[in-house]
């Protein structure tokens, strides 16, 4: 777990596009990326866990 | 939790805010509760959107209650989709706050730690916050405000004190390499070289990673708060004198707060899939 990973190449780079996805939010509803984005865009935040 | 109090922050700028992970939506919906999140979590129990972008952890074993899990990340994305910027640290435990991306994106303001008066220069101590967690990775500001007519010198000035900012370690910090402006030219009476320096307002900043709450546990305990100490070191000059250099001592000073423990309700939790 402590190991560095090649963070550099870890997700998607700078000016690429994100793939689309669609997934049910903590309320069951589905999201979106048109949905849950602003007029410029979002912050996609992906966490390990909430129940740590 | 504080992606939710940066939310109106981010509305104000035209984005919005999800987190993903491979919880469940009942696991969501435990915690959103809990906590009062409003912005959506979306669950990816099975990984494929994390999969899909290209965040899987593979350093966790397979089959264990770990395996899914996304390499932590924040990406900020376009309206059209398009990755911005992105925000993934080395380490697993670390995560760049949300008052530090804002302020990496030109967008959030600094909170004021401190400020000293000297006798050509002011000095101001910021950070990005005053409430931090283990893990957290935010910054700290310093900035130096020269006299009218005084000037300070750029960190690899031949011959003077450059200006300098050195934070003192401790084992539970990761510190990331002092981000300086870029110097300008000084054209100074008595001399012919060129000197690079800077005339105006010169603002430093250190990025600092907390380590886990095992490490910060002492602190944690101890309930005192996070200091962090350092130094400025500069010489200041004006058109006829040159003052002997000078070494500040700088001071920022935050709440550490615990990590949220409480597990979900125990029928929710993901299972080892060994």
């Known amino acids: 777990m402590n190991g560095d990973p090649p963070v550099a190449t870890v997700g998607p780079a700078i000016g690429t596009r994100i793939p689309p996805f669609g997934a049910p939010d903590q309320d069951g509803r589905q999201q979106t990326f048109e949905s849950i984005r602003g007029p410029r865009g979002a912050i996609i935040v992906f966490i390990r866990s909430s129940d740590w | ?274």
């Not at chain 2, 435990?30 to 899987?56: H, K, M, N, V």
């Open chain 2, 1 to 274: 939790m504080e992606l939710e109090r940066t939310k109106a922050e981010l509305t104000a700028l035209g984005l919005g805010l999800c987190a993903i992970s491979y919880d469940t939506v009942e696991i969501h919906g435990a915690f959103a509760r809990r906590r009062g999140i409003t912005f959506p979590l979306l669950a990816d129990p099975d990984s494929a959107i994390i999969r899909a972008f290209g965040l899987l952890d593979e350093s966790v074993a397979p089959g264990s209650r770990e395996a899914g899990m996304a390499h932590p990340a924040i990406l900020l994305v376009d309206e059209h989709g398009v990755v911005r910027e992105r925000f993934v640290e080395r380490q697993y435990y670390h995560r760049m706050t949300l008052p530090a991306v804002l302020y990496r994106l030109g967008a959030g303001a600094v909170v004021t730690h401190g400020l000293d008066q000297r006798g050509h220069v002011r000095v101001r101590t910021a950070a990005t916050q005053t409430v931090v967690h283990p893990g957290n990775r935010f910054t700290l500001v310093v900035d130096v405000l020269p006299r009218p007519g005084v000037h300070v010198y750029a960190p690899d000035a031949g011959g003077y004190q450059g200006l300098t900012v050195d934070v003192v370690g401790e084992s539970f910090l990761t510190l990331f390499p002092p981000v300086y402006p870029r110097p300008q030219r000084l054209d100074l009476a008595w001399t012919d070289e060129p000197v690079r320096g800077y005339r105006g307002p010169v603002r430093v900043t250190v990025d600092v990673a907390c380590g886990t709450r095992q490490e910060m546990a002492a602190l944690l305990e101890g309930g005192l708060g996070l200091t962090i100490h350092g130094t400025l070191a500069f010489q200041a000059c004006d058109d006829r004198t040159c003052w002997p250099p000078e070494v500040v001592p700088l001071r920022w000073q935050f709440v550490l707060t615990p990590p949220d423990l409480v597990r979900a309700p125990e029928e929710l939790r993901h299972r080892s899939k060994a």
